[in-house]
């Protein structure tokens, strides 16, 4: 075996790392139960399928019928913005054939989460039903954006 000194050139040689993996929340119009538990898991993997088609990591998704979390992973040439946008646009086409009165609420929460963070967001993504026994979805929002120190506006809760 030839030393690694020996191999790797003296010096700096350009490449790029990336992690980021997001935890994204978004919700039914008017946070209505419009995700029924029928065809919710049906759901939750045409969600990281359609991720993973946009070239995401699909780490989990999970929710409660009137919210999503997914945990994802972006390259460098991912913009949250349009990911979404086209994971809800894809997905609100496959659940109008669920529901005729599906909608997606506009707007989003993404979250950066550290790679050691991982497992403990997938626990809590994949224990919404319980998770909710006692909070609100919109409450869940609202202590997320306070986690992340965001500044909201009260009138998108209503």
Not at 68 to 76: P, R
Not at 124 to 135: G, K, L, N
Request: aromatic share 12%.
């Amino acid at each position: 075996m030839v030393p690694a000194s020996d191999v790797v050139p003296k010096f700096f040689v350009a490449s790029t790392y990336c992690s980021l993996p997001v935890h994204i929340v978004f919700a039914t119009k008017d946070r209505r139960p419009l995700i029924d538990a029928e065809w919710r898991d049906d759901l939750f993997h045409y969600l990281g399928g359609t991720a993973r088609k946009l070239e995401a990591t699909t780490f989990g998704v999970g929710g409660t019928a009137d919210h999503v979390h997914m945990l994802i992973g972006l390259k460098t040439t991912h913009s949250v913005a349009d990911l979404m946008r086209e994971i809800k646009k894809s997905s609100s086409i496959w659940a109008l054939t669920k529901r005729a009165d599906f909608a997606w609420q506009t707007g989003y929460g993404a979250f950066g989460i550290r790679a050691s963070e991982i497992p403990v967001t997938l626990n809590y993504i994949h224990r919404q039903e319980e998770h909710h026994r006692t909070i609100s979805s919109a409450d869940e929002l609202r202590k997320l954006l306070a986690e992340f120190e965001f500044v909201y506006n009260e009138e998108y809760f209503d």
